[in-house]
């Protein structure tokens, strides 16, 4: 089994319409991230979790909102979608600072 | 503010030949780096690190060299080879002074012809 797990890993949806992409990971790492790429932009920071009760606004969290529901889970939510929000979204993992991030497959939303 | 940045959104490379990616870094703080692959339909995954008191390290057919004064970081791969046809991205961290936050570059697309 993959350590990071994304779900949904495809899905299409329409402009206004709330969305939740789910991760959920088996590292027992405590610190977990949202990142969203764009062609030419890389990845970029959506938010960021060092524990449960530890949740903090990445560089580009307008739009979003998310959820440590227990250490193994972070989600991310799109409250009103908007077609700029069509992206391919990653969840990753890290055990503590200089260590390298545990990445999910990714999830491909695509808004219409 | 791109604080890492890959000028190169792509490299053409023979097979057995040798591919230099090239990351260059505006923060001083940044004291940890490190190399991802991404094949299509998969994440990123960890290839290679090196810490600000090294300048460089080396892992089978990668090398990683840091020059600091010049914010500059580079990746060889000797010899290259297609299976290496990836998107590569770097990836800065100041540890405790960042917060966590890490930053990546945009990313290389190599291509290694047969």
């Known amino acids: 089994d993959a350590d990071v797990t994304q779900t949904p890993r495809n899905r299409i949806t329409k402009t206004g319409k709330r969305i939740m992409l789910e991760c959920s990971q088996t590292?027992?790492?405590?610190?977990m991230y949202w990142y969203r790429q764009d062609p030419g932009l890389g990845l970029r920071l959506i938010y960021y979790?060092?524990?449960?009760?530890?949740?903090n606004k990445g560089e580009i969290s307008d739009g979003y909102s998310v959820s440590r529901q227990a250490q193994a889970k972070f989600s991310l939510s799109l409250e009103s979608a908007i077609p700029n929000q069509t992206a391919l979204y990653f969840c990753?993992?890290?055990?503590?600072?200089?260590?390298?991030?545990?990445f999910g497959d990714g999830t491909r939303l695509s808004i219409l | 503010d791109q604080q890492v940045k890959q000028n190169s959104p792509s490299l053409s490379v023979q097979e057995g030949r040798i591919s230099i990616l090239n990351c260059d870094y505006t923060?001083?703080?940044?004291?940890?780096f490190l190399w991802y692959k991404k094949y299509p339909a998969e994440g990123p995954t960890f290839l290679i690190s090196?810490?600000?008191?090294?300048d460089k390290n080396e892992d089978g057919r990668f090398t990683v060299f840091l020059n600091k004064s010049a914010k500059h970081l580079s990746l060889h791969i000797v010899p290259s080879q297609p299976g290496d046809s990836a998107v590569y991205f770097c990836?800065?961290?100041?540890?405790?002074?960042?917060?966590?936050?890490?930053?990546f570059g945009q990313g290389t697309i190599l291509t290694v012809h047969p």
């Open positions: 990753a993992t890290r055990g503590s600072s200089y260590q390298p991030q545990h």
């Open positions: 923060n001083s703080m940044f004291d940890y």
């Open positions: 090196i810490s600000s008191i090294k």
């Open positions: 979790s060092f524990d449960v009760k530890d949740i």
């Open positions: 590292k027992g790492h405590d610190r």
């Open positions: 990836e800065a961290d100041a540890g405790g002074t960042s917060y966590g936050k890490l930053t």
